[in-house]
């Protein structure tokens, strides 16, 4: 309810024709008013949307126990990337990660405490990498960076950064420290011209594989 009020420094000034004017003033004012509130609830309606639209598509590309892109996501960026790379001839640079005996701290610690190795793992590596560059969690314990326009001397720093990065501190679990050491496999392409992303992963998990047998916590490179 709301009031409207017409006055005058002049006394009897209002006739009964003024009196229908102001109803007809006041009918608009609230029609303003009622469309002012429907717009204000329009506008709410259309933020709620937004937001929730937003929430699903971080769901959908996102690995809910890290945070990080999830393997959908990140290999579409590594396909994004390939076809840039192609299209102005530039390098590729992807590094492929696991966590060392990741599953003796599953069967020894518990599966909570194997969270808590991931979650922690996933920030510390992104933490350390530039803004264009992509991480994502590609399956289990083990992650895959996309490097943008990174050379191959940056792409063996980067892999060597993300290595002392996690493995530099241990996991804080309960009143636990869990020792927590990476592998790495980097797969270095000059020329992605006849390259596919199936192509590359296989050679970065094939490095992997190869620094894993090497004695783990350590990185292995490859040119294409």
Known sequence: MGFLFFSSREKNTYREIHQGIFLQIAGQISILIEKSRL??????????????????QHQATHDTLTGIYNRGAITEHLEAQLARAKRHNQPLRVVMLDVDHFKQVNDTDGH???????????VRMKDCLREYDYIGRYGGEEFLVVLGDADYETAVKTAKRLNQAVGGK?????????????SAGV????????LDSDKIILVADRELYKAKSNGRNRIETCRI
């Open 187 to 194: 797969a270095v392409a000059d020329n992605c011209t006849e």
């Open 170 to 182: 241990a996991v804080a679990f309960g009143d636990r420290q869990l020792a927590v050491t990476i």
């Open 112 to 122: 909570l405490a194997g969270d808590a190795v991931l979650k922690t793992v996933a």
């Open 39 to 56: 717009y204000q609830q329009l506008y709410e309606l259309n933020q709620k949307l937004l937001f929730a639209q937003h929430e699903l």
